[in-house]
């Protein structure tokens, strides 16, 4: 039904591009602004992950320098199914994590030292599932999609007044004015619900993946708790890039954020212990197995939850031996 939901949107949001082009141009306008979009849309095919990962100042980390983590996202992908895609840790106090990539084989996550240090082990595992959720379901293919459509749709419309309108067209200037305004906003509105129904479904895949729904649950709320009091300078720098984060990274100062491109959070938690109750409430991953029975391909990840340990975070320029410190 999510899939059958995202679809619509995505027509409807290219109808209205579609629509935005005949208003200013006729037959030949509509024409030529769906080939400036597919031209969009092909450039962000093949370079959009590059560009959300240096946009954040994301390094690249791997069992050298980050080995519970990285072998933690091996245990996932392992459970997933799927490719292991490559590892990114941001540098910033907020707790958050996102994931990009065209497909499943070419596809990154990156998680903030922040959320490393503020979570517990089984915390950050269901935010990572929630991504290689992400991953698996194309969303980040789908949102890079919707974001560039959007983005042409407002570039489109601003054109309109500066360029006139398409002189067939009965509404006159007053239709070109209500485009202006009224077709920005409506590409904003399908572009968050594609968003809110995409990240129900990464909470349902990354609680499968992970075996622990309220693991995840629970990072929920501690991100929630702590993310509005620590600015992430990069996603107020570019605020488009706030769908992408599994909470929403911006600190509601600026006026992209009136509209939350996410669902809220509460019901994300409530739709999560629902969902561990139709396990039967023992999630698959539960704290009575010990950490030697975590594998992925001979590998594992440390389960510290017991202890009250976190997995600790790497210091940024520094190479360390042993475990992080």
């Known amino acids: 039904m999510n899939y059958m939901k995202t679809a619509m949107l995505l027509s409807a949001m290219v109808a209205l591009f579609c629509g935005v082009g005949y208003l200013l141009g006729g037959t030949g306008g509509m024409v030529m602004a769906f080939g400036v979009a597919v031209l969009m849309n092909g450039f962000a ?60 084989e070419n596809a990154a996550v990156a998680a903030t030292t ?16 929630h991504e290689l959720g992400h991953i698996k379901n194309r969303d980040t293919l789908i949102m890079t999609m919707t974001a560039v459509v959007a983005g042409a749709i407002s570039m489109l419309a ?15 200037i007053v239709g070109v004015l209500a485009m202006v305004i009224i077709a920005p906003f409506a590409a904003m509105i ?3 619900a594609i968003s809110r129904t995409r990240e129900y479904a990464a909470d349902r895949a990354g609680a499968d993946i992970s075996g622990d729904p309220g693991a995840l649950a629970s990072a ?31 600190s509601g100062q600026r006026a992209d954020n009136l509209f939350s491109t996410h669902p809220v959070t509460a019901n994300r938690i409530e739709a999560l212990r629902d969902y561990a109750a139709t396990m039967g409430q023992q999630p ?21 939850e017991k202890a009250g340990r976190r997995i600790s975070v790497p210091t940024s320029g520094r190479k360390r031996r042993g475990p992080w410190a």
Request: proline share 7%; glycine share 8%.
């Open 158 to 172: 601003n054109f309109g007044l500066f360029f006139g309108n398409n002189r067939d067209n009965p509404l006159g």
């Open 284 to 304: 698959k991953s539960a704290p009575e197995r010990s950490s030697s029975e975590r594998f992925s391909s001979g590998r594992r990840y440390r389960s510290q």
């Open 190 to 192: 399908v572009q968050m």
């Open 45 to 104: 095919y093949w370079n959009a992950d590059k560009m959300v990962l240096r946009m954040h100042g994301a390094r690249e980390v791997g069992r050298a320098q980050a080995p519970d983590f990285y072998d933690m996202v091996a245990w996932l992908a392992h459970n997933a199914d799927m490719p292991m895609p490559k590892v990114y840790i941001v540098d910033t106090a907020q707790p958050n994590a996102f994931a990009t990539g065209r497909d499943p």
């Open 220 to 250: 929920l709320a501690k991100i929630e708790q702590y993310a509005k009091g620590m600015p992430m300078q990069s996603a107020e720098a570019n605020p488009a890039s706030g769908q992408m984060f599994i909470i929403n990274p911006l």
């Open 114 to 129: 922040g959320l490393l240090k503020m979570l517990n082990t089984d915390e950050i595992a269901g935010v990572m599932a």
